[in-house]
């Protein structure tokens, strides 16, 4: 950012009265929202910082870190009383009157885009610390920014050419970078959460491929059952050291029989005839944990192809949530995905089993979601007997034909309480007093 771009935006902040919504948006980016469809995005990251206009959106994840807390409670609902950029520096300062019922008092957000020193800063009046996006401390530089501390100014930049005026249209420019900087960042992270579905779906794979057929499990079982026998026909003939049995099968033919060490001489039959039955039972059930994986699968290949056709870094992050490692581990689910949406927790059944294991955990005011006339994912949102927002209900539908089906269209979601559903055979299901969202499922556009 030069020094005449953050002029032209500090202009922009004094046409503008108020600071509508203040909040974090994700991890360097600090969003300021002025009553208007589209927001003003300041981004701090080192090495990059720049600011763009787009449109607002609740966080990916929550953000409650003690500046996040200052952030909103002073700027949100603020008046703008000034903002300016001290003369040579790359400093925006937007001087507010936060909303107080009991007392006047100014703040200053102090947005400084120095490269690697980058960083956002709350100020009271007499230039103190409230709060900062970086806290750096004594060791790290003489200039400390923690809180009850004055900031101390910035070392005097060298002199060089003067910079060119700022004579774009500003509107545009903060669009244009804000698409520039969704292209990058799509780039990325379709990247990353292509990789990350991919090792879920080649673990799968991998899974369905180590299973065994029907018929080679009979085979086995019927063995199993044969060696068990052949064990009974010649127990007085085992020793209690033995390790083996040599003998013959009931054609004549020579066979040896591993006897299993710990088994008592009178139970090697019965431990050859409950390896059988457990053949047999897992022979009568392969095709259910066949159907279940497959189901996996087309659930991974769905995801796949709602991540290529992604337009924003936010229907990524939705697909593909980003968690810290204590939400992981809290919130493992085993049968079923979990999603959050705007801090709801949603639950996705990958594939029939799952599907019915969803009903049944559901309460009975939880929603429950499915892509009309179409067999697929089953999405339950957690409601806790609270209204859901329209944005949760439709980012959700979205999900559930997401996950339902790779082919564009226009899809109807029915939803309703899970307590209107009624579980017919499997997770096939009855429902009423539901209603509907309209879903367009776009293609893959074709990138060079």
């Known amino acids: 950012m030069t020094h005449a771009q953050l002029k032209a935006i ?19 980016t600090i969003e300021l929202n002025l009553g208007e469809k589209e927001s003003l995005f300041f981004d701090m990251t080192r090495g990059r910082s720049t600011v763009y206009l787009g449109p607002s959106r609740r966080p990916a994840q929550d953000y409650n870190a003690p500046f996040d807390t200052l952030l909103h409670q002073l700027l949100s609902q603020s008046r703008i009383l000034s903002a300016d950029v001290p003369k040579g520096e790359r400093i925006l300062r937007i001087t507010v009157q936060p909303r107080s019922h009991y007392k006047s008092r100014q703040v200053i957000l102090q947005l400084e885009f120095t490269g690697r020193h980058s960083n956002a800063i709350l100020l009271d009046e007499h230039g103190v610390v409230l709060e900062a996006l970086h806290h750096i401390d004594a060791a790290q530089s003489y200039r400390v920014v923690k809180p009850g ?5 910035l070392p005097p930049r060298p002199t060089s050419k003067e910079e060119p005026a700022f004579d774009e249209d500003l509107i545009a420019w903060l669009r244009e970078n804000y698409r520039r900087l969704t292209e990058e960042q799509l780039k990325v992270l379709r990247k990353q959460k292509r990789q990350q579905i991919e090792k879920k779906r080649n673990k799968t794979l991998r899974l369905l491929h180590q299973l065994p057929d029907e018929e080679s499990l009979k085979k086995e079982a019927d063995e199993f059952e044969k060696m068990g026998n052949i064990i009974l026909a010649n127990l007085h003939t085992i020793r209690p050291y033995d390790r083996e049995l040599k003998t013959y ?42 159907e279940n994986l497959e189901g996996k699968l087309r659930f991974y290949d769905n995801i796949l192809q709602a991540i290529d056709e992604a337009k924003e870094p936010y229907e990524l992050e939705l697909l593909v949530p980003k968690q810290g490692r204590a939400r992981r581990k809290k919130e493992k689910l ?13 639950y996705v059944g990958r594939n029939a089993r799952e599907n019915q294991k969803l009903l049944e955990l559901a309460r009975s005011n939880d929603l429950w979601m499915h892509v009309r006339d179409l067999p697929g994912s089953h999405v339950i949102i957690r409601t806790d007997k609270q209204n859901l927002p329209e944005s949760v209900l439709h980012s959700a539908a979205k999900l559930c034909v997401d996950f339902t089906t790779p082919n564009p269209g226009n899809y109807a979601v029915d939803y309703t309480r899970r307590k209107f ?6 997770s096939s299901v009855e429902y009423d007093k539901y209603k509907t969202i309209p879903v367009l499922k776009e293609g893959v556009e074709i990138r060079e």
């Open 10 to 28: 500090a202009q922009y902040l004094n046409r503008h009265h108020h600071i509508k919504k203040a909040r974090r948006s994700s991890n360097n």
């Open 149 to 153: 501390v004055e900031l101390a100014p």
């Open 249 to 290: 099968d009931f054609d004549g033919n020579p066979v040896t029989i591993p006897l299993p060490e710990g088994v008592a001489r009178n139970r090697l039959g019965e431990y050859y005839f409950n390896k059988a039955r457990r053949a047999r039972t897992k022979a009568e059930h392969i095709h259910l944990e066949r």
């Open 334 to 346: 085993r049968d079923g995905e979990l999603y959050w949406i705007e801090g709801y927790k949603v």
């Open 421 to 426: 559903v009624k579980i017919q055979e499997g």
